[in-house]
């Protein structure tokens, strides 16, 4: 089992930024690939980007693509989401998530969640 908490969500004005972290206890979280997904009121969860355990290896979605970053701190057992230029569409809940191998973008493949933390990015 894994367990995975998510902070630094807040209200942001448009064109802000703001880091997400997530902590992980349980097994060993370095083994495990890291997942950050979103949800906005009345969508499906997207998925956002994911990184491989050794951090090594990162797969982003075109929408946040040159704006944000993931990175992994293992010592502290924390998956971060650096988020830069922020826009209104990038309002919404996001859900840290990890799977045990192989980097993948479908919420359905991740069978650990945080409980979300809300940013929203005012215009």
């Known amino acids: 089992q894994v367990q995975l908490a998510e902070s630094g969500g807040r209200l942001v004005q448009t064109g802000g930024s703001l880091r997400l972290s997530c902590i992980a206890s349980?097994?060993?979280?370095?083994?495990?690939?890291g997942g950050w997904f979103r949800q906005a009121p009345g969508k499906e969860r997207e998925f956002v980007v994911a990184?491989?355990?050794?951090?090594?290896?990162?797969f982003y979605a075109d929408s946040v693509k040159g704006r944000f970053t993931i990175s992994r701190d293992h010592a502290k057992n924390t998956v971060y989401l650096q988020m830069n230029s922020l826009k209104p569409e990038d309002t919404a809940v996001y859900y840290c998530?990890?799977?045990?191998?192989?980097?993948?973008?479908?919420?359905?493949?991740?069978?650990?969640w945080g409980q979300g933390t809300q940013v929203t990015v005012s215009s």
């Open positions: 998530a990890a799977r045990s191998s192989a980097l993948r973008t479908q919420a359905t493949d991740y069978p650990y």
């Open positions: 349980g097994r060993a979280f370095s083994n495990w690939d």
């Open positions: 990184i491989s355990p050794v951090g090594s290896h990162t």
